[in-house]
Structure formats: structure tokens, C-alpha cells
């Protein structure tokens, strides 16, 4: 039996100082390697809100976006919130435009009054959206 084995033989039967039995290892020569690997991460790219929400955090809770980035959390609450901010950014922005009678109707006859009507509904909404959600 290799040192390597003994040391290993060791750390295996001192159960309260660590626990390795459930490690598997590839030997590189003299040495056995632990055969490490991250836990599978959510797949998906950010839009708008996920970057604006992780410049943010960067820019703005330093501590909270090095701890999430050590344990593995930010991707998914960066995802979690640009699904979150997407959804209310859409209904925001119907709820405004309708309340400030953006109708079809108007949108056949005057279309350049609709569309100044839509886009000050999505400017507010991006607006109530960044400071409910992504600066918070």
C-alpha cells in the first residue's frame, strides 16, 4: 500500500475530523487527485434586467455579490429576477397604457398620439420596475 493510501485509510476512519469516503480520486503519479466539480448551474442568458440587476449588485452590495458568487446563488437569482422583472415590466405597462387611454381605437385613428401614450406607459414601468426590483 502507497503513503497516499495510508493517508487516505487515515483520514477515513477519523470520521469527526473529515469525512472523505464519499470523495472519489484519480491517481496522477505519486499523488491521488480529488475529483472535484461544481454543482449543475441553470442554463440561460441574461437580458436587460438580469445585467442591470448584476451591475447593481457589483457596483452597489459588493459583500452580498461575492457571497452569492461563493456560494453559487447568483446565476439562479439573477435569472429568478429577470423572469420577475419581465413579467411585471409587461403588465405595468398595459395597466398604464390603458389607464392613460391607449385604446385600439385611438390607435386607428391617431396613431402618433397611441404611441406617445405607450411610451410614456413603458417609461414608467421601467422606471417602477428598477426601483422596485433591480435596486432594491
Not at 37 to 47: I, K, T, V
Amino acid at each position: 500500500m502507497t503513503r497516499n493510501h495510508c493517508i487516505l485509510k487515515l483520514y477515513q476512519q477519523k470520521k469527526g475530523r473529515m469525512n472523505m469516503s464519499n470523495l472519489t480520486y484519480t491517481q496522477a503519479g505519486d499523488y491521488l487527485v480529488p475529483d472535484l466539480g461544481l454543482p449543475p448551474q441553470p442554463e440561460g442568458e441574461l437580458n436587460r434586467w438580469g445585467r442591470a440587476r448584476q451591475n447593481y449588485l457589483r457596483n452597489h452590495k459588493s459583500a452580498l455579490y461575492m457571497h452569492m458568487m461563493t456560494q453559487l446563488t447568483l446565476w439562479p437569482h439573477l435569472l429568478e429576477m429577470q423572469e420577475t422583472a419581465a413579467v411585471r415590466f409587461d403588465l405595468l405597462t398595459r395597466q398604464m397604457a390603458e389607464a392613460k387611454g391607449a385604446t385600439e381605437e385611438l390607435k386607428a385613428n391617431d396613431q402618433m398620439a397611441w404611441v406617445g401614450l405607450v411610451n410614456a406607459a413603458k417609461h414608467s414601468a421601467e422606471e417602477l420596475v428598477r426601483q422596485e426590483l433591480i435596486y432594491s
